[in-house]
């Protein structure tokens, strides 16, 4: 039935052959177990003439040349090509197409089969690296990898945050990052254009390889390379594209504001109202006539670009491939100088001189020029009112200088509000701009002629020039006066090395595979930084121009040096039973417990390839894999230790004992010696994965379970002493990837279906033996606490709104508390009458509990569409523009609260009244009112292209062109009052918006 339903779409969409002269072929077409084969195309190379199998793996095909080749090609099948000469039929058999079992896989000093793979390792290739018009590759992965969670930024040049499997520790657990061989710590300065493959290894089987860096997991990228005796080819890439905020956060206009004041019942709040329209007038109905969108005022559309050139090649000696890439990216900030540019150069040299010996050197050069927007400007848009205007030329120079921006002194408010459009274009002067140089130079010798033994070294530096530049000019917005110019200069030099040793031995004897791997590995990092600052200046851009007697500088540095041996050894039984482990030992300078040691094992069984799975599964399972895995890993991006036991001068009243027990003036211990080690991180992961139905379905499930003990914290001390860092807590991240996707081929036209789930629990065990540790503010906390998520959000939990006086007299909490209907109802959890600390709750943490990714692509001759939807569920944001009023009142309020507040019984019961807002009752406390849920859902890509005809191409001698248009985040469903929810640490203060890009696309080869 499948096959009838097969051939029927593919009878709808059958190539019918065009004029030429020739005569007909026919045939028929079978897999390696002699059924027919309906839907296999059928092709006249380098044209689009063809015809596609029927019900019964029968074809006809006129008008067919005999200087010509076909191909016959099926999803799930090798394809395979014919002379035709003066053959009239054809008997075709296609073999399975088995290459994604047989795709190699970079696994950290080495390469492995996939069938191999006894740990969960992505593989993501260069086409989904280029899918989308984004500055960092980290962006082009999101909602693409079961397992990582990606937050966005929209600010120019910021690249994204990257979890993977959750929070490794609370001091940040990033994945490493390995590039060309050189471990790094972020990407976004990696041109996407220039990457062949990123492998991520997500447990930590995968991941010990690395050693005391992994803990976050690691990726790898691998860049583009020529091939031997291929032509020299030349191809471009690019597109030219606008950015749009397409979902702007509506704020409450000026008659909703008026509104707001005049509930607060308080004359002072209410006169900024009456000054504004005094000044600016009124409407009939008698709120104020002016009325200004800060945000409409703030953001404009911005253009965004990118262009890469590149040219590779090779013969039977060497190879070479040369990229040069440009990309700009503006600012979406009016007024703002928000900019981003980037210039990359790529060179990959590799020379075979002997059968045994080759060398080669890869090396990128980036410069990156960014100016910086300042994220003031949005906080300020937020809380300022609308009731005065953004320019207001009748200002004289006392009050608007140099530029005439209007200001809310001048109807009464304070200088905690200033004008967005100020703030961004006065403060909006800060430029980094940096030069970047990674070179990689390897030589690879394989001694015996019968390649069993090779030997690697390679040698990896990393050497960054960052300057900054952060001007603030001389200016007065109404009483925010900046009374005279400031300018600071930074420079920072950072200069890495890693040098890579490693022999590898590699037999198969019978049905037995073994390869053993050996290696050392040494780092050094080196980092110095030195500012000044100077007042006055003359020229913004010298430090010497400045008042002299205002100049002050700083300066810094670190050195630490890593050392480590590995090993990795795997076995494979007949394709069928694997193991693999691996063993590190690393020492390094930044810790006194200078060694460590970290383990792994893996296992695999093929249970596809087993006689019995085979005589039962009658060819629907193509492929059955199962794999479990142990391994522990370190993770020294924590501080480095500098703890020693301090003492403090006491003083009158304080006294220590010393030599006695007679009380004297002097000193007392004011801290305890720190003794600090790596963090740990003990994983295991059980899973399995499978292809089936002709290899047209790939499925792939684990679950994992990740231990980070040791964990670098300041549990608070006895008897009043200083806390100190300590490794002395626990986190247990848990949770099941599962990863799908589906693709076939009716005809000539393709398609393809998939998507990943991820389900993720993160837990605080313990602390040390303390019951919390707090952090963020006192008054906003947010919690780590045995048996929670970190840094979830801690305080009341809202039950309602008072809705009636009756309400208020039945309750004595609202009574002693002197509330009003309108005013939060809030759980009494522990049930004493009484709201207070104790009845404080968890409210929510920032980590979502499920992300998500699932995508479509379709094809028809030179036609594809493809689609990306990617969301979030659960995880919490703290909208802290909202709870900025229990400080500020004269804030004001996004549209959604101002439609609706409660205004009577029944109208809500979640908004508390306009007069309930200025209550300390209901805004001075963290509530459940204030925290958002996160989740969210996304179309992130969609992409049409059209390729040219192999016809016209040849007549053009050109080998690929295609245009295409490309939409990049158009629209977001989502429930926080914000821009986003995509907030990093779950805090929505002054978060720069995350923009639509609409671009067109070419990609041309030669």
């Not at 019918?16 to 059924?35: E, R």
């Not at 290894?201 to 050693?211: H, P, Q």
């Not at 110095?528 to 020229?539: E, F, I, K, M, P």
């Not at 693709?743 to 789930?757: H, I, K, T």
Request: glycine share 10%; proline share 4%.
């Amino acid at each position: 039935m499948l096959k009838h339903l097969l051939c029927f779409f593919l009878m709808l969409g059958s190539m019918t052959a065009f004029g030429q002269s020739g005569f007909t072929v026919s045939g028929t077409v079978k897999d390696t177990d002699g059924s027919e084969l309906p839907g296999v195309s059928v092709i006249v190379k380098g044209t689009t003439h063809g015809t596609s199998t029927d019900f019964n793996g029968e074809f006809s095909l006129s008008n067919v040349k005999e200087n010509e080749t076909l191909v016959f090609s099926f999803i799930g099948m090798k394809p395979q090509e014919f002379l035709v000469g003066n053959q009239t039929s054809f008997e075709v058999s296609l073999d399975a197409d088995v290459s994604s079992l047989e795709e190699v896989v970079v696994i950290g000093y080495g390469t492995s089969k996939s069938k191999d793979l006894t740990a969960p390792i992505a593989s993501v290739d260069n086409k989904e690296l280029k899918s989308m018009a984004v500055a960092s590759p980290v962006n082009a992965i999101q909602g693409k990898v079961a397992g990582v969670n990606i937050v966005s930024n929209g600010a120019p040049g910021e690249g994204p945050s990257m979890q993977i499997r959750g929070i490794g520790s609370v001091n940040g657990n990033n994945p490493l990052y390995v590039v060309d061989g050189m471990q790094v710590t972020d990407i976004n300065w990696v041109n996407p254009n220039d990457i062949e493959s990123m492998s991520i290894l997500k447990d930590a089987s995968a991941s010990a390889i690395y050693g005391m860096r992994a803990s976050g997991g690691v990726v790898i990228i691998t860049t583009k390379s020529g091939h031997k005796n291929e032509k020299m080819r030349f191809s471009y890439d690019g597109f030219y594209g606008t950015q749009q905020v397409t979902q702007r956060l509506e704020m409450a206009n000026s008659a909703q504001y008026a509104d707001f004041m005049r509930a607060s019942n308080n004359p002072d709040l209410i006169s900024h109202v009456d000054a504004s329209m005094e000044r600016y007038g009124s409407t009939p109905d008698g709120n104020p006539l002016m009325s200004t969108d800060w945000y409409n005022e703030l953001i404009k559309a911005a253009p965004i670009q990118s262009h890469n050139i590149s040219l590779n090649g090779g013969n039977e000696k060497s190879t070479y491939a040369i990229g040069l890439g440009y990309f700009n990216q503006g600012g979406i900030v009016n007024e703002g100088q928000g900019d981003y540019e980037r210039i990359s150069l790529k060179t990959n040299f590799k020379q075979t001189v002997s059968e045994s010996f080759t060398f080669g050197l890869n090396m990128t050069l980036t410069t990156e020029d960014k100016m910086l927007d300042d994220n003031r400007a949005f906080f300020q848009a937020y809380v300022n009112s609308p009731l005065y205007p953004a320019f207001d030329e009748t200002l004289g120079d006392d009050q608007a200088y140099p530029r005439k921006f209007a200001n809310p002194h001048n109807i009464g408010y304070d200088t905690y509000y200033t004008n967005p459009l100020g703030v961004a274009y006065y403060h909006g002067n800060n430029r980094q701009q940096s030069v970047r140089v990674l070179p990689n130079l390897y030589a690879e010798l394989k001694p015996f002629k019968s390649d069993k033994i090779s030997f690697r070294s390679s040698i990896s530096m990393d050497y960054r020039n960052e300057r900054g530049s952060y001007y603030t000019p001389e200016y007065q917005i109404g009483n925010t006066i900046q009374p005279i110019n400031t300018l600071t200069k930074v420079q920072h030099w950072t200069y890495n090395m890693n040098w890579d040793n490693y022999a590898t031995y590699e037999d198969t004897f019978g049905k037995h595979n073994v390869k053993v791997m050996v290696g050392t590995s040494t780092i050094e990092e080196n980092w110095r930084s030195n500012s000044l600052t100077a007042q006055g200046v003359q020229d913004p851009n010298y430090i010497h121009t400045g008042d002299e007697s205002t100049i002050t500088g700083s300066d810094g540095g670190e050195r630490f040096r890593m050392f480590g041996y590995f090993t990795r050894a795997s076995y494979n039984y007949d394709g069928r039973y694997l193991i693999t482990g691996m063993i590190r030992r690393d020492g390094s300078s930044k810790y006194q417990e200078k060694w460590g040691t970290f383990p792994s094992v893996g296992l695999g069984w093929v249970a596809s390839e087993e006689n019995f799975f085979k005589d039962w599964n009658q060819s629907t399972i193509d492929h059955l894999k199962f794999r479990a895995s142990f391994g522990e890993l370190g993770n020294a991006q924590g501080s480095a230790n500098n703890g020693f036991a301090s003492i403090a001068n006491g003083g009158l009243g304080q006294s220590g004992i010393f030599g006695g027990a007679t009380l004297v003036p002097g000193m007392i211990q004011d801290g305890i010696y720190s003794f600090l080690t790596w963090e740990r991180t003990r994983e295991i992961n059980i899973g399995f994965e499978t292809k089936a139905f002709d290899y047209r379905l790939n499925m792939e499930a684990d679950y994992f379970n990740r231990q980070t003990l040791d964990m670098v914290i300041m549990p608070p001390q006895p008897n009043g002493l200083k806390p100190t860092m300590q490794n002395a807590g626990n986190m247990t991240n848990s949770g099941i990837e599962l990863a799908l996707n589906w693709s076939d081929q009716v005809g000539d036209f393709s398609y393809s279906v998939g998507g990943n789930l991820t389900k993720l629990g993160n837990e605080v065990t313990y602390l040390g033996g303390a019951p919390y540790i707090q952090t963020g503010s006192a008054e906003f906390p947010q919690m780590l606490k045995p048996g929670e998520a970190a840094f979830s959000f801690y305080g009341w939990e809202v039950d309602g709104v008072y809705q009636n006086q009756q309400e208020i007299d039945d309750c004595p909490i609202a009574q002693e508390n002197g509330l009003k209907p309108g005013d939060f109802r809030y759980k009494d959890l522990n049930g004493d009458g009484v709201i207070d600390e104790d009845d404080r709750t968890n409210l929510g943490a920032p980590n979502p509990d499920y992300y998500y990714g699932f995508n479509f692509n379709l094809g028809y001759k030179g036609i594809s569409l493809s689609a990306n939807f990617m969301g979030a569920q659960g995880g919490s944001v703290f909208n802290r523009k909202r709870a900025d009023i229990n400080k500020h009142a004269r804030n004001n309020i996004d549209a959604n609260m101002a439609n609706n507040l409660w205004t009577g019984e029944g109208t809500s019961n979640t908004y508390p009244s306009a007069e309930g807002m200025f209550n300390t009752w209901n805004n001075g406390r963290l509530n459940s009112f204030f925290i958002e849920d996160a989740s969210f859902f996304r179309l992130q890509n969609i992409r049409l292209t059209y390729a040219l005809p192999s016809s016209v191409m040849e007549s053009l001698k050109m080998t690929g062109a295609s245009v295409y248009v490309n939409v990049d985040r158009p629209y977001t469903w989502f429930n926080t009052n914000g821009f986003t929810p995509e907030v990093p640490g779950g805090i929505d203060e002054q978060t720069y918006p995350i923009p639509a890009v609409f671009s067109l696309g070419v990609n041309l080869s030669f």
